[in-house]
């Protein structure tokens, strides 16, 4: 101001008394368009210059996302703020107290929301790259790190205006934490979980996730600081908190796309009144079976080595005998190891045809193995395949699947036992 101050002195009809309030108005002046200019300025310089120095060092995808949020016109401004903190002195005397204290918080408001708005470019920047990339989900901690932004640039812009330090706002801050715990609440454990979930790498972005407790089953397409969007394969989109997904229990398949591997877990009930011990006539037919053959002959001469030490002929039982279901199991397990699409040959991957506990509606067997594809269609496909053959095949071995009986099923049996033969005449 005092370069302003003697020019103004030189001006006629001004009272004396008013010399320095005028010329501390003009140096204020001055002092904006010199800030506006010099961002003005600035922040062509980076966007000419800067941004052709970013796009040449690194990828094209770099220079547009940085462009796209304003990163080289913040760069500018915070040039602008910078020079507003050593020409502030200049520009600014103490004569004026009003206009002194006014400037003073105006310019400290400038260099605040100058880092601020450079801050967020940033991270913006970086959630724009990296916030829907499977491999590094960071969106949700992008959004935490510019809710701090937000609160520490709110702290700042507090402690200006009231003209206190800042530390004596978060004392007195301090004694509305309960108050903050409550309506932060959602969005501190969105932070804490979201830590856990990228460190860990529970989930990321396309993953097949089942989370029964919100009706989830679906594709992972967002990862924010509170939810976890989940599009379903009906189309419909849920979205789950994310302090939920380390809080209650979820199934992510990412586990059966790195084994290149889904698996078949499924039964056919046997209906239990057609299990019997196999027959000459039924043995011999199924001899004719390329896959069974090999084991029938063998198992027939391990049963005829071991009868042949036991009085098998006093008692039918004393001795040992196929049975038809255990021998269809065994088929089933050949039939399976037989095809392509099933893994036969990973220890890790198991391969068998299981009794379970009998239930009501009959004898479970138990098919579970593995098909090397995990795209949906063929799976269920080939899984179709499969079990059409089966029960095509429960026949040849005297086994029928258990089914309840229909209407159509008891009217005829009620038709049955009312059926009256015609009587003949003599």
Same mark, same amino acid.
């Given at each position: 101001?005092?370069?302003?101050?003697?020019?103004?002195?030189?001006?006629?009809?001004?009272?004396?008394?008013?010399?320095?309030?005028?010329?501390?108005?003009?140096?204020?002046?001055?002092?904006?368009?010199?800030?506006?200019?010099?961002?003005?300025?600035?922040?062509?310089?980076?966007?000419?210059?800067?941004?052709?120095l970013v796009s040449r060092f690194n990828s094209g995808r770099w220079f547009k996302a940085l462009s796209e949020h304003h990163f080289f016109t913040a760069m500018g401004v915070v040039v602008a703020a910078l020079l507003a903190i050593n020409l502030y002195p200049v520009f600014i005397s103490s004569?004026?107290?009003?206009?002194?204290?006014?400037?003073?918080?105006?310019?400290?408001?400038?260099?605040?929301?100058?880092?601020?708005?450079?801050?967020?470019?940033i991270l913006n920047t970086a959630g724009r790259l990296y916030g829907l990339n499977p491999s590094v989900p960071i969106k949700g901690l992008v959004q935490a790190l510019k809710i701090i932004l937000f609160l520490i640039t709110a702290l700042f812009v507090l402690s200006l205006l009231l003209g206190r330090r800042p530390m004596y706002i978060i004392t007195g801050l301090s004694a509305l934490a309960a108050v903050f715990s409550l309506i932060f609440k959602d969005p501190i454990l969105g932070f804490a979980a979201s830590i856990q979930l990228t460190t860990n790498k529970l989930i990321?972005?396309?993953?097949?996730?089942?989370?029964?407790? &919100?009706? @989830?089953?679906?594709?992972?397409?967002? #990862?924010?600081?509170?939810?976890?969007? $989940?599009?379903?394969? =009906?189309?419909?989109?849920?979205?789950?908190?994310?302090?939920?997904?380390?809080s209650k229990p979820f199934k992510n398949w990412n586990g059966m796309y790195? &084994?290149? @591997?889904?698996?078949?877990?499924?039964? #056919?009930?046997?209906?239990?009144?057609? $299990?019997?011990?196999? =027959?000459?006539?039924?043995?011999?037919?199924?001899?004719?079976?390329?896959?069974?053959?090999?084991?029938l002959e063998q198992k027939e001469?391990?049963?005829?080595?071991?009868?042949?030490?036991?009085?098998?002929?006093?008692?039918?039982?004393?001795?040992?005998?196929?049975?038809?279901?255990?021998?269809?199991?065994?088929?089933?397990?050949?039939?399976?190891?037989?095809?392509?699409?099933?893994?036969?040959?990973?220890?890790?991957?198991?391969?068998?045809?299981?009794?379970?506990?009998?239930?009501?509606?009959?004898?479970p067997l138990e098919v579970y193995c593995f098909l090397n594809t995990t795209v949906w269609t063929d799976y269920e496909a080939l899984q179709s395949d499969i079990f059409d053959h089966l029960f095509s095949v429960l026949p040849e071995f005297g086994l029928y699947a258990y089914q309840q009986p229909s209407g159509r099923n008891i009217a005829q049996g009620i038709q049955m036992l009312s059926y009256q033969p015609p009587v003949q005449e003599p």
């Open positions: 101001m005092n370069f302003i101050l003697p020019y103004v002195e030189k001006i006629p009809y001004i009272p004396d008394k008013y010399n320095t309030l005028i010329a501390q108005v003009i140096a204020a002046v001055l002092f904006v368009l010199v800030l506006y200019a010099a961002a003005r300025a600035a922040s062509w310089f980076c966007n000419r210059y800067l941004g052709r004569k004026v107290a009003v206009l002194t204290t006014l400037m003073g918080k105006l310019t400290g408001l400038f260099v605040v929301m100058s880092f601020a708005w450079l801050v967020n470019s990321k972005i396309g993953d097949w996730i089942t989370v029964d407790s &919100a009706g @989830a089953d679906g594709n992972i397409i967002d #990862i924010s600081l509170t939810s976890v969007r $989940v599009q379903n394969f =009906d189309m419909t989109i849920v979205s789950v908190p994310t302090y939920d997904m380390i790195l &084994a290149k @591997a889904r698996r078949i877990q499924r039964s #056919i009930l046997i209906d239990v009144d057609t $299990v019997k011990f196999l =027959d000459r006539p039924m043995l011999e037919r199924l001899k004719k079976i390329q896959l069974l053959k090999d084991y001469t391990e049963i005829k080595a071991f009868n042949a030490e036991r009085n098998v002929k006093e008692n039918f039982l004393n001795g040992r005998h196929l049975t038809n279901i255990g021998t269809f199991r065994h088929y089933a397990e050949l039939y399976l190891a037989s095809r392509p699409y099933v893994v036969s040959d990973n220890p890790n991957l198991t391969l068998m045809v299981r009794q379970l506990k009998q239930e009501a509606q009959g004898l």
